[in-house]
């Protein structure tokens, strides 16, 4: 199991990026060459060069955990199989956000609770706190840059929408050519999709 991570402060969505690369991955582009266009040639437009570096690296990581049918669907689909491609790369590729998902999002749904709110992910951090000695090691600036994080890529992503001063939850409506791109993928990571 891949050890959690506050790297995720850095890396939010990356919706417009994700499906760039993505689809110079479906060109046939190998990872050197798509190495080159994104640090060399600068294609995503992103500065300084050390940021550039930076979301290339975290971009290329996501693109590269999809399978080909995810990545067609990602370049291809609609806005919405779009999105919900990018969360289950970032689900894929982040364990912090898979088990967030997967433990208080899912379970809200499944229980028919319908408002987000900071004590969510309050009790959320305080868990993993004890659970995990480095999330514990962690400082306070850290989770709550995770917290807005988390809220943005669920907001731009369509998992939640602000209604004034709440969040009410989205359960992911999911189309048939979804489902079916995600087929061959773990249940831990796709559940949240399959209800």
Excluded: C
């Excluded at 190998?30 to 294609?43: A, D, P, T």
């Amino acid at each position: 199991m891949k050890k959690y991570s506050a790297g995720l402060v850095k890396k939010p969505t990356f919706f417009r990026e994700m499906i760039q690369v993505g689809g110079l991955k479906l060109q046939g582009l190998e990872q050197k060459e798509l190495k080159e266009k994104l640090i060399k040639e600068n294609i995503l437009k992103i500065t300084p060069a050390r940021r550039n570096k930076e979301i290339s690296a975290a971009v290329l990581v996501r693109v590269n955990a999809l399978n080909e049918n995810e990545l067609l669907l990602l370049v291809n689909g609609s806005v919405k199989d779009k999105k919900q491609i990018v969360m289950l790369s970032i689900m894929k590729t982040e364990r912090l956000v898979r088990e967030f998902i997967n433990e208080v999002y899912l379970e809200k749904i499944e229980l028919g609770q319908t408002v987000f709110e900071d004590v969510d992910l309050n009790v959320f951090f305080r868990r993993k706190a004890e659970e995990e000695e480095a999330v514990a090691k962690w400082q306070e600036v850290t989770i709550k840059k995770l917290k807005q994080v988390f809220k943005k890529i669920l907001r731009e992503l369509e998992f939640i929408k602000v209604e004034g001063k709440k969040l009410e939850l989205l359960p992911p409506l999911v189309s048939k050519e979804f489902l079916n791109a995600i087929d061959d993928e773990d249940l831990a990571i796709t559940k949240v999709f399959r209800r």
